[in-house]
């Protein structure tokens, strides 16, 4: 095997998304060639209060300016490319300048879904993934069909990732409420959730595998470690 490039992480916005990055391409990589040679991660965790106020002030040319920052501590810092480990962040992706290319979790969930056939999908997340329109724009230009929660679902899925998955709670109810929303989103011709929140797997991981759900996160991050290992 070619020399593994060094994977960057832009992290922190949760400590609990960050992990799975970080876990599932070392046991990706583990899981295919039986040894511990997995790439080199380096990971930037910001301070997530501060990006969390500015996305609530609107506030996005100062999250990009950040977000550029971190992506150059980790040129610095040698990585070959890097991955932004949350999805509502990309929204302003396509306005930051990086030395090193940034792996676009559209780019994975789009390749992904019509490999697979999938062309109409649901998707959730935090309130600004599911109703400022980037992401599902993102996702219509790359040819896919794309429907939302309504307002007070969006309302109940954004309450639950920000008062409880981003502090590491998962509560039974909470895991209902989404569950019923799901069925919903089926009800009205989705093809399949889009987990368009890398906390939300939170919710359904024990029963991921029987459930008809498109995980970012671990798609991203398998992605990452393709790239990673020239796969």
């Given at each position: 095997?070619?020399?593994?490039?060094?994977?960057?992480?832009?992290?922190?916005?949760?400590?609990?998304?960050?992990?799975?990055?970080?876990?599932?391409?070392?046991?990706?990589?583990?899981?295919?060639?039986?040894?511990?040679?997995?790439?080199?991660?380096?990971?930037?965790?910001?301070?997530?209060?501060?990006?969390?106020?500015?996305?609530?002030?609107?506030?996005?040319?100062?999250?990009a300016q950040g977000l550029e920052q971190e992506f150059g501590r980790l040129a610095t810092a040698g990585a070959d490319f890097a991955v932004l480990a949350t999805n509502t962040m990309h929204k302003v992706l396509p306005s930051i300048e990086s030395s090193i290319p940034v792996l676009s979790i559209l780019d994975v969930v789009a390749d992904h879904c019509r490999r697979n056939g999938l062309m109409t999908i649901a998707l959730t997340g935090?309130?600004?993934?599911?109703?400022?329109?980037?992401?599902?724009?993102?996702?219509?230009?790359?040819?896919?069909?794309?429907?939302?929660?309504?307002?007070?679902?969006?309302?109940?899925?954004?309450?639950?990732?920000?008062?409880?998955?981003?502090?590491?709670?998962?509560?039974?109810?909470?895991?209902?409420?989404?569950?019923?929303?799901?069925?919903?989103?089926?009800?009205?011709?989705?093809?399949?959730?889009?987990?368009?929140?890398?906390?939300?797997?939170?919710?359904?991981?024990?029963?991921?595998?029987?459930?008809?759900?498109?995980?970012?996160?671990?798609?991203?991050?398998?992605?990452?470690?393709?790239?990673?290992?020239?796969?």
């Open positions: 095997m070619q020399k593994p490039l060094t994977i960057g992480i832009v992290g922190g916005m949760s400590p609990e998304s960050t992990a799975i990055y970080y876990q599932h391409i070392v046991r990706r990589h583990q899981l295919e060639f039986h040894n511990h040679s997995y790439p080199p991660i380096i990971i930037t965790s910001v301070s997530f209060q501060q990006y969390i106020d500015w996305q609530h002030e609107e506030a996005w040319q100062k999250i935090t309130r600004f993934t599911m109703s400022d329109g980037f992401y599902s724009r993102g996702l219509e230009s790359r040819r896919l069909n794309v429907i939302t929660p309504t307002e007070s679902q969006q309302a109940e899925i954004h309450r639950i990732i920000y008062e409880e998955l981003i502090a590491g709670r998962v509560l039974p109810a909470s895991i209902d409420a989404f569950m019923q929303i799901a069925r919903d989103l089926y009800a009205r011709g989705a093809q399949t959730i889009l987990l368009g929140c890398t906390e939300l797997v939170m919710l359904v991981e024990d029963n991921l595998a029987s459930l008809n759900m498109i995980d970012s996160t671990r798609l991203h991050a398998e992605a990452a470690w393709r790239k990673a290992v020239g796969r």
